[in-house]
């Protein structure tokens, strides 16, 4: 598909300046969290990326370093307890995953498309397989994170994943880019600790 060089070369360009404008912002977030809490500044963990591929998906820490492994948020026994003072601020204001910009340049990743699933989250790749969301390139954010995010279902989310996969091109990734910029500042389908809370009317899986 012609579309997906275009697509990796301007995940090329938007990462080497990310990257570089962002710097200052990189050394205060680092700073403050090293302040914070003992432990690393980034955390690495395996999730799935383009065609099932398994790959070490980076963000600034935002939890305790005793934290049960490999287990989403939403899993965890009273979540808010394992999550640092910066982290609750990194998490609500989605900073936390600014490291992503590394994984974009490496080209594990791109900047839009369907978030990448934990390597043992098995009932949302089987989903996504029904769809053929797993055959795209994995994003930073996506159609279904400015549709519900935290808050969607299983079966909803990887629907809009499909969606996604189905309707890919420039103008569906630049709706996709400018809605996150949206949800960011609402900071829209955050909900620390849970998933699946809706459904999603008809009108929002159409759209």
């Known amino acids: 598909m012609v579309y997906l ?6 995940d090329i360009i938007l990462s080497s300046l990310g990257l570089i404008i962002l710097s200052p912002v990189f050394l205060v977030l680092i700073l403050a969290i090293k302040v914070d809490s003992p432990g690393p500044v980034l955390f690495k963990q395996k999730r799935v ?12 820490r935002t939890m305790r370093i005793d934290t049960p492994k490999d287990t989403p948020t939403h899993l965890l026994d009273n979540p808010d307890q394992w999550i640092t003072k910066v982290g609750k601020f990194l998490r609500r204001t989605s900073l936390d995953e600014l490291p992503q910009i590394i994984n974009i340049f490496k080209g594990e990743m791109s900047i839009i ?20 969301a797993n055959d795209v390139p994995v994003g930073l954010t996506g159609w279904a994170q400015i549709n519900g995010r935290d808050e969607l ?22 709706r996709c880019f400018f809605g996150t910029v949206i949800s960011v500042l609402r900071t829209d389908g955050v909900v620390e600790g849970g998933t699946g809370t809706k459904k999603a009317d008809k009108e929002s899986v159409r759209q």
């Open 113 to 132: 498309g369907p978030r990448p699933a934990l390597w043992n989250q098995y009932d949302l790749i089987e989903e996504r397989d029904k769809y053929g």
């Open 49 to 60: 990326g383009i065609h099932k591929s398994h790959f070490n998906i980076l963000k600034f």
């Open 5 to 10: 060089k275009i697509k990796r070369l301007i």
């Open 153 to 174: 279902e299983i079966d909803v989310k990887a629907k809009l994943d499909g969606e996604y996969a189905e309707k890919i091109g420039f103008m569906m990734d630049v």
